[in-house]
């Protein structure tokens, strides 16, 4: 698919990556839906695309909320006069250890139900609801197209993130299952695993962390958001893509 061709719905785009995803789009001739729970992010967003070649229809999405991602993806249809693609980026942080011993008071403390179901909520849940509904849109209109979800270098385990590692595990397992469901109908399903990048989630860490971080990634920096865009783009736009997760990491995770 060409990206002045596209036609996709892009959500957590009020900030981040979702942010840049929605612009690059819109920046190359593309049409983007973007949706967020923070609004004022969504008219920044707005306002950063005025003029430019393509076209944007924002709208608030709760991907946590199934009505919400029905009528979402039936007005995105409209405004954008179609749909051939989802760029599944909503994501939220809930860290903490699944078990946490206070060595000096010798307190247990446990990681809260609410906390690990906040997190599947939207980074799983939520995301295998905007495929399953965008997918029923686009075969019930009998169009090719693609899905590239939004998975991290977390699902090969990480500390203190047992709930966002999971989701991210299994939307990478779900990326390869989806690919195989959904070729017959000419829909492939990527998906892109990032590491350490610059976004409002990173940019509140110490220098200290940041520095430590950064001696671990062979590239030798954090990541920005143009270097995950380029990868989601070549998803897009290769049509023998399919089913694979990519790790764009600087080699973090080698």
């Known amino acids: 698919m060409r990206i002045e061709d596209a036609k996709i719905i892009v959500t957590g785009a009020a900030q981040g990556l979702g942010f840049h995803f929605a612009k690059s789009i819109v920046e190359a001739g593309g049409a983007a839906a ?27 999405l709760d991907v946590a909320n199934e009505s919400d991602i029905g009528s979402f993806i039936d007005e995105a249809y409209e405004k954008l006069g179609g749909l051939n693609g989802l760029v599944n980026n909503a994501g939220i942080l809930r860290d903490g250890l699944l078990v946490k011993l206070d060595r000096e008071t010798g307190k247990v403390t446990k990681l809260s139900r609410e906390q690990w179901q906040q997190v599947i909520d939207v980074n799983l849940t939520g995301a295998t609801l905007m495929v399953r509904d965008t997918v ?21 385990g990480n ?54 971080l950064v001696a ?24 023998y893509f399919n089913g694979r997760t990519i790790d764009v990491d600087g080699g973090l995770s080698m």
């Open 34 to 60: 973007a949706g967020d729970v923070n609004e004022e992010g969504l008219k920044a967003l707005a306002a950063e695309c005025s003029g430019l070649k393509g076209k944007l229809f924002t709208r608030r």
């Open 136 to 156: 029923v849109k686009m075969v019930e209109n009998k169009t090719k197209g693609v899905i590239v979800n939004m998975s991290s270098i977390a699902r090969h």
């Open 216 to 239: 671990m990634i062979p590239v030798g920096r954090i990541g920005v958001p143009e270097d995950i865009w380029l990868a989601v783009r070549f998803i897009i736009e290769c049509e």
């Open 159 to 212: 500390r203190g993130q047992s709930n966002y590692a999971a989701a991210k595990a299994a939307l990478a397992t779900n990326t390869k299952t989806w690919s195989q469901e959904f070729g017959k109908f000419g829909i492939r399903v990527g998906a892109i695993a990032p590491g350490m990048i610059e976004t409002p989630m990173t940019q509140g860490m110490n220098q200290k962390a940041r520095d430590g």
